[in-house]
C-alpha cells in the first residue's frame, strides 16, 4: 500500500468520526508501547495506525449503551 487515505479506512470503519476515535485511541496505545501491527517504518504514529485500520487489523467494538432513564 503506497498511500493510506480516508476512503481505504472507510471501507473498514462505518464514519469518520468514529475513524478519528480508533485511530487516536491507536496512536496512544503505540506512544505507551504497544507493538505495531504493520511494517511501516519512517512513519509517524498516526500513519502507522491508519494503515493498521486500512488492512484489518484492528477491530472495533461496541459498547452496550444502557436504556436512558427519565
Do not use: F
Request: net charge negative; proline share 6%; hydrophobic share 35%.
Amino acid at each position: 500500500m503506497a498511500r493510506v487515505t480516508a476512503e481505504d479506512c472507510l471501507m473498514r470503519v462505518p464514519n469518520r468520526y468514529l475513524l478519528v476515535h480508533i485511530s487516536a485511541k491507536r496512536v496512544r496505545q503505540m506512544r505507551e508501547g504497544a507493538q505495531y501491527l504493520v511494517s511501516s517504518p519512517k512513519n509517524e504514529d498516526i500513519v502507522v495506525s491508519l494503515r493498521e485500520i486500512a488492512a484489518g487489523k484492528t477491530r472495533v467494538e461496541e459498547e452496550p449503551q444502557e436504556p436512558e432513564t427519565e
